[in-house]
């Protein structure tokens, strides 16, 4: 086939913000990256509008916050629209509302000026991952037609990803069985509803700043529509009529969508030289910004050992933990998912079982669960290792008085290659009994007291050979 070709270390598909995310990381680890986007503009509607305190502190971990401004801070979601108390210990409890255009873009100046190059209007038609040890990427473009080969592709292109359906991926789950539908509409005027649960259906309108109403609502007991496309405006208009009684025909959408419940994931996170993350691994209702975040997540654990995998400086087997960790936070996750559409969405016959979890959710360690879960703060990974309260969990934020002055584990953290807190000669780190040993990603791998060789299998084990972790003595501050 005639064409342009191109050699890289990593393709990506898909540029949104998952996509970017990974090709940032990419380029952090020292890989080659090359994303390829069927969209020729960013976004931008926003599809999701909500980050997550384990989000926010992932972009904190990369400096990123300060371009994001002053969002706007919420300290109270939901669960299956009953109120939930987001508050859990961390400096970014709750959810922050920012648009996902907004979350687009930072990250893909972020990517860009890592050196991650992104060509966009590029729609990718053919993936051969063979015997061969590399993979074949096959586009149309701009420029026409373009050929990318490389060791490693990376699917972020979303729930109807191209690259699952041409490798025909097993993707289990189950199909919707609900559907809602929802529009950014200016030049209407609806009370604020949050999770209003009618007679026929139940309604969601919030009012921005700019005087655009967000609209979404379902039917009891209407199934999905067959579709090919977003809804007509008409229609919406219709559905929130027949459930609120309102009309806002009358109105200017500027942008229309559909979601459902549907439930997948894939069997596994990575197919030889192809590996899924975010919608491309997994499609779930986007309930509370859950989809946006977990995916994120993917991106953030895989993008590190990838570049020390391509690199050629990764333990053999550390890839191979991307799966094993984030096929099971996925799968519980979407265990919640499932729960909350039939709480959400279920007609008067789970009205006694809303009321009942409205009852437990008031009880302190239940609501401190379901936050856990919900903002992504209590994921652990089983990284091997005796039992420590520190192993596997994501070190939480700490402001450190050190010799050299005041910092903070979130600073240490920003050239991407993990840090050790403790002196350089083994001493205590905060909150254990020996030096800790932190991921690139943030979670804890060695804690605990000294052993003989533990902090040198731990850094054979997940950190790329002859990386220098930023190392202090530092104790937290008051």
Request: proline share 9%; hydrophobic share 40%.
């Amino acid at each position: 086939m005639a064409g342009a070709r191109l050699d890289t270390q990593v393709v990506v598909v898909g540029a949104g913000p998952v996509g970017l995310l990974l090709a940032g990381e990419l380029r952090l680890g020292g890989a080659e990256v090359v994303v390829l986007e069927r969209r020729p503009e960013p976004a931008t509607e926003s599809r999701a509008s909500t980050l997550h305190a384990r989000t926010m502190e992932i972009l904190d971990s990369r400096g990123l916050l300060p371009a994001l401004g002053d969002p706007p801070r919420q300290p109270r979601g939901h669960y299956a629209g009953i109120p939930l108390d987001l508050t859990l210990p961390g400096p970014y409890a709750g959810q922050w509302k920012v648009p996902q255009y907004d979350t687009e873009r930072l990250l893909e100046q972020w990517a860009r000026a890592l050196g991650a190059d992104i060509r966009r209007g590029h729609d990718v038609h053919t993936v051969t991952a063979g015997a061969a040890p590399y993979v074949e990427t096959a586009a149309e473009g701009p420029g026409g037609a373009l050929r990318v080969r490389s060791p490693y592709l990376v699917a972020c292109d979303g729930e109807d990803s191209t690259v699952r359906r041409l490798l025909d991926a097993p993707f289990p789950g189950h199909d919707a069985r609900r559907e809602l539908v929802r529009a950014d509409v200016a030049g209407i005027d609806v009370p604020d509803r949050r999770f209003e649960r009618l007679p026929d259906g139940f309604a969601v309108a919030a009012r921005r700043a700019d005087g655009v109403t967000r609209v979404m609502a379902h039917e009891f007991g209407v199934p999905p529509r067959p579709r090919t496309g977003a809804p007509e405006y008409a229609e919406i208009a219709e559905v929130w009529k027949r459930v609120t009684g309102e009309d806002i025909s009358g109105g200017t959408p500027l942008w229309v969508n559909a979601f459902d419940d549907t439930n997948r994931q894939l069997d596994a996170y990575r197919h030889g030289r192809v590996l899924f993350a975010g919608d491309a691994a997994h499609r779930q209702m986007p309930i509370g910004g859950q989809a946006l975040n977990l995916g994120l997540a993917d991106a953030f654990n895989l993008g590190w050992k990838l570049a020390a995998h391509v690199t050629g400086r990764a333990h053999p087997d550390l890839l191979d933990t991307y799966h094993l960790e984030r096929h099971q936070v996925g799968r519980r996750v979407l265990a919640g998912i499932r729960a909350q559409a039939l709480l959400l969405l279920g007609g008067p016959e789970v009205q006694p079982l809303r009321e009942l979890m409205t009852e437990l959710i008031a009880l302190e360690p239940v609501r401190a669960h379901l936050a856990g879960l919900v903002s992504g703060l209590d994921v652990r990974y089983d990284v091997g290792g005796p039992a420590h309260p520190l192993l596997g969990a994501r070190l939480p934020h700490l402001a450190l008085d050190t010799p050299g002055g005041r910092t903070s584990t979130t600073e240490l953290l920003r050239a991407g290659h993990g840090l050790r807190l403790g002196g350089p000669h083994g001493g205590p780190g905060p909150g254990a009994d020996g030096p800790v040993l932190v991921r690139p990603d943030g979670h804890v791998v060695r804690a605990g007291p000294e052993r003989a060789d533990d902090e040198a299998t731990a850094r054979a084990r997940w950190f790329p050979a002859g990386a220098t972790l930023p190392t202090t003595e530092g104790t937290p501050c008051p």
